[in-house]
């Protein structure tokens, strides 16, 4: 896990999850084998699992499906 990064309560990081600068792990994020670009976010109530997040990148919750949504 990099400096500056946000990680919420309750959140989950297991094996695999790479954090970098600046990213923000919202509140009740479970993440698995997952890359977070610097600056990347995962906005609250998400499994994150096998995905490489360019940097800032947004996953969002979205109608009961996941996207993943560049910015």
């Known amino acids: 896990m990099e400096n500056g990064a ?4 309750y959140a ?3 094996p695999g999850t790479e ?3 600046g990213v923000k792990i919202g509140n009740f994020v479970e ?7 610097t600056g990347s976010k ?3 109530l998400s499994y994150v ?6 940097p800032e ?3 969002r919750r ?4 996941l996207q993943l949504r560049r910015i």
């Open 12 to 14: 989950r990081l297991r």
């Open 31 to 37: 993440c698995k084998n997952a890359v977070f670009g």
């Open 42 to 44: 995962a906005n609250h």
């Open 62 to 65: 979205r109608h009961d499906h």
């Open 19 to 21: 954090i970098g600068v």
């Open 6 to 9: 946000i990680i919420g309560p």
């Open 49 to 54: 699992g096998d995905l490489d997040c360019r």
């Open 57 to 59: 990148s947004q996953y």
